[in-house]
C-alpha cells in the first residue's frame, strides 16, 4: 500500500522534473548536491517536493500550506535538524537556499525502510527525542491539555462543512500529573513513514512541524488509528499499542496519553473530516476509525 501523507513530497504522477532542472541551476543548490547527478523525485506526500541526489535529499517549499494540526514550515526543520546534529535521531542538516522556486532544504539522505521499527523501537526513538535539550531558537509551542485539546479540535471543525459525526464531544475525566505537561523536544508527525529503519536504528525524518510540548502528543500522534491505518494499512494491533506504551519510560506521559486518548482521537477525527474536505477521498475511512478507537484505551 503507497502511504497517503497530508504533508510531504511530491505530488502522485507529479515528477517535478522542470522544477529538478531549474533548481539545479541555482548557485546556493550547486554548493550543496553532488554535481552532474540525476535528481530523483521522491514520491509520498502533496504538499512539498522532494528529490534524491546521489547520498543527499533536496526539499522544496515551493508553496504556503495551511494545516490546522500539522504545519509545514522550512525554518521550524532547519531548527531541529540543526539541533539534533550528531544525535543519529535525523538526518544531517547540510545547508538551505532560497531559490526563485521556494526555500530549500537540503540533508543527508537516510538510507533503511520506513514503517518497519516495531513498537518498542519507536518508543525508545521517542523517549531519546524526547530526553534532548530545547533549541536555542524557538520552535512552537504545542499544548496538550485536556482545555487545548478540545479548542484545537472545534477550531479545526469551524473548518469544516459537514460536523454530523462530531455531535457529542468524548467526555473524559482529566487527571494528569503536572509533570507530564512539562514541555519537551517534539517531532510533531511520527507517522509510520517518517521513521525509517536503518542499519544503526530507526531515525526520524521529515521535520517540517516539531515542537515543543507535553510528550502525549507524539505518543498520541503514532499511536493514531487513523494514521496507522493511513500509512499501514491497519491500526495498531491492542498488543502493540501496549507494547509500545510499554516501552515508552515515562509513565507520567504514557498515564497523560491514556487519561486524554479520547481527546487526542476526537481531534485527529476531525482533522481527518478536514482533510476528507479537502479532496483526500481516503481520509473517510480513517475519520472513522478513529472514531471507533475513542473508547479502545
Not at 8 to 35: C, D, H, N, R, S
Not at 39 to 51: D, E, S
Not at 111 to 127: E, H, I
Request: proline letters at 10%.
Amino acid at each position: 500500500m503507497s502511504p497517503v501523507s497530508h504533508i510531504g513530497a511530491a505530488q502522485p504522477g507529479k515528477t517535478g522534473a522542470a522544477q529538478a532542472a531549474q533548481l539545479a541551476l541555482v548557485p546556493e543548490l550547486q554548493a550543496l548536491v553532488p554535481q552532474a547527478t540525476v535528481w530523483r523525485p521522491l514520491q509520498g506526500g502533496k504538499t512539498n517536493l522532494l528529490w534524491r541526489v546521489g547520498d543527499v535529499v533536496v526539499k522544496l517549499y515551493s508553496k504556503p500550506a495551511a494545516n490546522p494540526l500539522f504545519p509545514n514550515q522550512p525554518d521550524a526543520e532547519i531548527v531541529a535538524l540543526q539541533a539534533l546534529g550528531g544525535c543519529g535521531l535525523a538526518p544531517k542538516f547540510l545547508g538551505h537556499a532560497a531559490t526563485p522556486l521556494g526555500r530549500c532544504v537540503v540533508y543527508q539522505h537516510m538510507p533503511g525502510q520506513s514503517g518497519t521499527a516495531g513498537p518498542a523501537q519507536v518508543a525508545a526513538l521517542l523517549a531519546r527525542l524526547h530526553q534532548q535539550p530545547r533549541p536555542a531558537q524557538a520552535l512552537r509551542q504545542i499544548s496538550a491539555s485536556g482545555p487545548a485539546l478540545m479548542a484545537s479540535a472545534q477550531a479545526i471543525l469551524a473548518l469544516c462543512r459537514d460536523r454530523a459525526a462530531f455531535s457529542a464531544p468524548p467526555a473524559v475525566c482529566e487527571r494528569v500529573e503536572q509533570r507530564a505537561l512539562v514541555p519537551v523536544f517534539l517531532h510533531g508527525d511520527p507517522v509510520p513513514a517518517n521513521i525509517v529503519h536503518s542499519a544503526r536504528g530507526p531515525c526520524l525524518i521529515d521535520w517540517q512541524c516539531p515542537g515543543w510540548g507535553p510528550a502525549a502528543h507524539d505518543l498520541a500522534i503514532y499511536l493514531s488509528a487513523a494514521m496507522q491505518l493511513l500509512y499501514q494499512g491497519q491500526p495498531l494491533p491492542p498488543q502493540a499499542r501496549a507494547q509500545m506504551l510499554a516501552a515508552y519510560p515515562d509513565a507520567a506521559a504514557v498515564a497523560h496519553y491514556r487519561a486524554l486518548q479520547p481527546l487526542f482521537a476526537w481531534r485527529m477525527a476531525a482533522y481527518c473530516q478536514w482533510r476528507l474536505e479537502q479532496g483526500q477521498a481516503d481520509y473517510a475511512r480513517a475519520r472513522d476509525v478513529e472514531l471507533a478507537s475513542l473508547v479502545q484505551d
